[in-house]
């Protein structure tokens, strides 16, 4: 299933807030527009070589989603949008193995609006944000979101992945240590399950590539043919 999706927010004291234009297959992400540099990102970079994408039409479409936007805040007499908190999830990319480097993700997940900093702390000390991904947005209209740390475990080390959210009285701190033993979230098997959906549709691609240039191939030799 190939999805698009488009959203644009903003508050009472500003014109212009944030926004978020994206295609999905499967519900991950297969590009979305980075709107600052206007330019298109691919999640898989291989996906460039067989489509295109235009940013000018995106640029549009998110224009006419912020007029559209103003005119609804004022039908509405401006009334705000309900604040639901994140669930909070830490763990590994890979088994934990002391001293083998790794990759720690805090997956924040079921919020709205999509508003959210998600910091990294070891040892009581603020580190390097990680990189994070873009809002995934669900069926129940609230969204989720990744960072990752690439770190090496130590039984000495802690690590807390802060959450700050307008549904949140407080920020929110979900510790992760080498003996943590946290189930893993759901998402980790859908990502495995992606994976094996991006293969089979890289496959598809190629496959459909190679029979049209076989068919063309074919159709140059008839014409070819003594009469």
């Known amino acids: 299933m190939l999805s698009e999706f488009a959203f644009v927010q903003r508050g009472l004291d500003s014109e212009e807030g944030p926004g978020q234009h994206a295609y999905e297959v499967e519900r991950e ?3 979305h527009v980075d709107l600052e540099r206007r330019e298109v990102v691919w999640r898989l970079p291989e996906f ?12 549009a479409g998110m224009a006419v989603l912020r007029h559209s936007l103003d005119i609804l805040m004022r039908r509405s007499n401006n009334t705000p949008a309900q604040n639901v ?8 990319k890979d088994p934990v193995a002391l001293g083998e480097p790794n990759l720690l993700i805090c997956l924040a997940d079921g919020f709205s609006p999509p508003v959210i900093n998600l910091t990294w702390v070891k040892n009581g000390q603020e580190v390097k944000p990680g990189e ?6 669900k069926a129940d209209n609230s969204f989720r979101r990744f960072s990752y740390l690439a770190f090496v475990p130590d039984p000495e080390d802690i690590y807390y ?3 700050e959210h307008w ?18 979230p759901e998402t980790k098997a859908n ?3 992606v994976l094996g959906l991006v293969v089979c549709i890289t ?10 240039k076989i068919r063309r191939l074919n159709a140059a030799n008839v014409r070819r043919r003594p009469t």
């Open 85 to 92: 908190p994140p669930q909070v999830t830490v763990y590994p």
């Open 29 to 31: 992400e297969l590009l």
């Open 48 to 59: 460039q070589h067989y489509s295109g994408f235009s940013v000018a039409g995106s640029l």
């Open 132 to 137: 994070e991904t873009d809002f995934y947005p």
């Open 161 to 163: 992945c802060r959450v």
């Open 191 to 193: 990502v495995v399950c």
């Open 167 to 184: 549904g949140l009285a407080q920020p929110l701190t979900k510790e992760w240590n080498a003996n943590s033993a946290e189930p893993l």
């Open 203 to 212: 496959g598809i691609i190629v496959g459909v590539v190679f029979i049209m």
